[in-house]
């Protein structure tokens, strides 16, 4: 994925819940028939534990031959995420990695020191019209893992753990919640997780991490007696009980959070850093363009094209 400019989000007043920290309403912002919501970073939370980017991709549709095409681009400094309801891409990236990505998987990659990836829709899906809908994420690293070597993880939906009952379905995508544990690798205490509930299904916050925040995608929830609608983040404060109810059409959300960095990070277009000396080195080596030898270099498959470094 490729930071792209929009419109910071919206922080109101967070209301009568004494629970709740900050209320992040993304504004929306149209990349050319494809519509992204950023909730995070915020003016007033940049990072729900070490989530330091949160994008909600669509629901968008296209037509037969259409599709997304996020051209090779770099990142330092963190982990990506992606996430899918509907649709899917493929994924190239310069460790030789070519995996495609369906709903319910998770492509987990590490940037470390330096990775360059792009995603797209795959010719096989341009052939008919198809939608897509989903959630992408950067997970920063903590300061002593940010040179570390770039990695990339891919777990099908039998992989992840998948807690179902009293009308709840909530898969763990990332982390430990709820007595369980995903397989990816993380460098820090953390939970991701999709959870889809049932009208008036009841779910309990982690209590076991520092930072939470959930993301409602679809319908509403209630907690504590306040109603929350679809494209609403929510922060709470540390050790507060939290337990949602499901609105009377029931909910679809994302939870996440964990254990906060040791402080804040800088983030320049695809570049998060503990320090902005890090970032100037990756803005130096991406625009010397030395794919042979250079600090970066372009996924194998995909090199006719990449996205250049911005001018500010």
């Not at 629970?19 to 309403?25: K, P, R, S």
């Not at 009308?167 to 995508?173: E, W």
């Not at 709470?236 to 029931?250: H, V």
């Not at 804040?264 to 570049?271: E, K, L």
Request: with cysteine; aromatic share 10%; charged share 25%.
């Amino acid at each position: 994925m490729s930071w792209n400019p929009a419109i910071e989000p919206d922080c109101p007043n967070a209301g009568s819940l004494d629970a709740l920290e900050t209320m992040i309403i993304p504004r929306a912002r149209d990349l050319g028939g494809f519509e992204v919501r950023r909730a995070l970073p915020s003016p007033k939370r940049r990072m729900v534990g070490p989530f330091v980017f949160f994008d909600q991709m669509g629901p968008a549709d296209f037509l037969t031959g259409n599709g997304i095409d996020v051209r090779p681009h770099p990142h330092i400094g963190l982990a990506t995420v992606t996430y899918l309801y509907k649709g899917e891409f493929q994924h190239r990236d310069s460790l030789g990695t070519n995996q495609m990505i369906y709903p319910g998987e998770v492509n987990w990659m590490i940037a470390g020191n330096g990775v360059t990836h792009s995603e797209r829709t795959s010719a096989e899906t341009r052939a008919n019209p198809h939608g897509l809908f989903g959630i992408q994420t950067w997970v920063a690293l903590p300061e002593k893992d940010e040179d570390t070597g770039a990695a990339f993880e891919h777990h099908g939906k039998a992989e992840l753990p998948f807690i179902e009952g009293e009308g709840k379905a909530v898969r763990l995508i990332l982390g430990n919640a709820w007595g369980e544990r995903a397989p990816v690798k993380t460098f820090t205490e953390m939970f991701y997780a999709d959870a889809v509930l049932d009208a008036g299904a009841l779910l309990p916050l982690p209590e076991n991490h520092e930072d939470r925040g959930l993301y409602v995608v679809e319908g509403a929830i209630e907690i504590a007696g306040d109603r929350f609608e679809a494209g609403r983040m929510m922060v709470f404060r540390p050790g507060d009980a939290i337990t949602i109810k499901a609105g009377e059409t029931g909910a679809r959300l994302m939870l996440l959070g964990g254990e906060t960095l040791n402080g804040p990070r800088y983030i320049w277009w695809n570049f998060v850093a503990s320090s902005q000396e890090r970032i100037d080195a990756a803005k130096q080596a991406w625009a010397e363009g030395d794919w042979a030898h250079g600090r970066f270099q372009l996924p194998p498959g995909d090199t006719a094209e990449f996205i250049p470094l911005p001018e500010r």
